[in-house]
């Protein structure tokens, strides 16, 4: 029997040496974000860690800047969040009653930001540690590649709190862990440890506490030496056919 964990570390690329400068132009200014660039990666950080990097509207507005105005050269991009927690979710300090068109709007607007991450023009690995829940989970869900070390937990807790996804996590949850998992997630509160998390479904590496980032940027260096058209099928292509009947998706191929 392979011990998953030894067979995922075997498969770890080196170390990413590369040297990481703060971003110039438009992503310079970004005051809730910590952007980088090393070679062909860039590396953005959740710059919020008093709050947990919660996820406010104007840290929705700049992930979303980062994404459609990346550097030239750019071919990978990393997520992480400085402090103890990638990312706690949505910054309750902003839950506001909204109404009906207000809701919606506002839902789209988070939709918009995680779309350019999804289906943006690189591929985006992400590192977790600590707490990936609500709106944390859903823009963790929206990165190609999920690394958590072994402090990471997942939750979403929207069903305690009398609302509901909005970042689309409906629609991208349910296909990493199935409908009746998130189900159980927003119905009880139940939370999954890295562990679980790894087995499920949320992350496709796990490594030792600490070492997400680490882990994060070096696939990601891998992933930027591949043909840039092989990385955007994959990122365009393959989810797509995945969604169609088998017939369909094997003429799109």
């Not at 949320?202 to 992933?223: D, F, H, M, N, T």
Request: charge should be negative; charged fraction near 15%.
């Amino acid at each position: 029997i392979v011990n998953q964990r030894n067979y995922i570390d075997a498969e770890t690329p080196q170390p990413m040496t590369t040297t990481f400068t703060p971003a110039t132009g438009p992503l310079a200014s970004l005051d809730l974000l910590q952007v980088s660039v090393g070679g062909p990666v860039l590396h953005v950080r959740l710059n919020r860690p008093a709050k947990r990097n919660a996820l406010s509207d104007p840290l929705i507005q700049q992930l979303h800047t980062v994404f459609i105005n990346l550097p030239e050269g750019v071919r990978a991009a990393v997520i992480s969040g400085e402090g103890s927690h990638f990312c706690a979710g949505l910054d309750l300090s902003e839950l506001v009653a909204r109404d009906i068109h207000s809701g919606v709007l506002h839902s789209r607007m988070w939709h918009a930001a995680f779309a350019a991450i999804q289906f943006g023009s690189v591929p985006v690995v992400v590192a977790l540690h600590g707490a990936v829940v609500g709106g944390g989970l859903e823009l963790a869900a929206s990165c190609h590649i999920r690394v958590a070390d072994d402090s990471t937990y997942y939750g979403l807790p929207e069903g305690q709190r009398g609302i509901f996804v909005g970042g689309g996590g409906s629609a991208r949850i349910p296909r990493l862990i199935g409908v009746a998992r998130m189900t159980d997630l927003m119905m009880t509160g139940r939370v999954f440890d890295a562990e679980e998390g790894q087995q499920i479904g949320l992350s496709q590496y796990l490594v030792p506490e600490g070492e997400s980032l680490a882990k994060a940027l070096a696939l990601a260096e891998r992933i930027a030496s591949n043909a840039p058209m092989s990385n955007f099928a994959v990122m365009h292509a393959l989810p797509r056919i995945a969604d169609q009947s088998q017939s369909e998706g094997l003429f799109t191929e």
